[in-house]
């Protein structure tokens, strides 16, 4: 009796330890031994949830980038508008050779400009507008997958307007609507970049919630369930070992009773 008792509380323990530690914890799994199977699958959700949320991280600074090259862009197409403009007064046959130079000193200043803005422009200490970038990954999917955003080259020779001189009076104004044109389509695919890793952020937020629902589903307490069984375990405990004393002192009066005899 007293061997099966001492089993009983040691069972009994053990259950009620279990119980408690989920109500603490606010986990039904606390170890391999409650549950390995969910365990397992409750990691490779959680693993996935960090990637997902690490995913959005990467996008949103990646858009950051776009901000920063997209503003530099910005000034490169207003000064190529005034070059432009510039070019197309030096071809009024009103303006003399003198008057064509000083035309050029400031188109010189406008081409040095964005080469300034080409060599200047940078995000974490990386160069974004002279090439050097080329495709930057964004690792937005929780496996390290994603896009890549084609960064331009905007520098003079890029452009095509590194020797661009309207003092020789045989110039063509194309060669700034050419400059203009792929300033305008680089802007064009960096900004429908950015609106692409909108969509990819929404949907990383949507998933990483989907996903701690269904972690939280396997792993955390269901407090009421928990409760109650403690409860349930308190009374059956204190219940079972009132009848193993009444048992024990059962089974020693008899012993005396056959001793006494």
């Not at 069972?11 to 009620?16: E, I, K, L, P, V």
């Not at 508008?81 to 030096?90: D, F, G, V, Y």
């Not at 045989?170 to 692409?196: M, P, Q, T």
Request: proline residues 0%; neutral net charge.
């Amino acid at each position: 009796m007293r061997i099966s008792s001492v089993s009983y509380l040691s069972r009994y323990n053990r259950d009620m330890l279990r119980t408690s530690r989920k109500l603490a914890s606010g986990k039904r799994i606390n170890s391999a031994a409650d549950n390995a199977t969910g365990l397992a699958i409750a990691n490779k959700l959680n693993s996935r949830v960090i990637g997902t949320t690490v995913g959005v991280s990467n996008a949103q600074t990646s858009q950051n980038m776009l901000n920063v090259a997209d503003g530099a862009i910005g000034s490169v197409t207003d000064s190529l508008q005034r070059i432009r403009e510039l070019s197309i007064q030096a071809s009024n046959g009103l303006y003399s050779s003198s008057d064509r130079s000083a035309i050029q000193a400031e188109i010189d200043q406008l081409k040095e400009q964005i080469g300034g803005i080409t060599a200047q422009t940078k995000f974490n200490e990386m160069n974004v507008l002279d090439g050097s970038m080329g495709s930057s990954h964004v690792a937005s999917n929780a496996d390290g997958g994603g896009m890549n955003i084609d960064m331009p080259k905007f520098s003079l020779e890029a452009l095509g307007i590194a020797d661009y001189d309207v003092t020789s009076g045989n110039f063509d104004v194309g060669a700034i609507d050419k400059a203009l044109e792929k300033v305008s389509s680089s802007r064009s695919y960096l900004g429908a970049s950015y609106n692409g890793l909108d969509h990819t952020i929404n949907y990383n937020n949507y998933a990483a919630y989907n996903l701690t629902a269904a972690q939280s589903r396997i792993e955390d307490t269901n407090y009421a369930q928990s409760s109650s069984e403690f409860k349930k375990q308190q009374i059956l405990g204190t219940y079972s070992i009132m009848m193993q004393r009444k048992l024990i002192n059962n089974a020693d009066g008899h012993v005396r009773l056959l001793m006494g005899n």
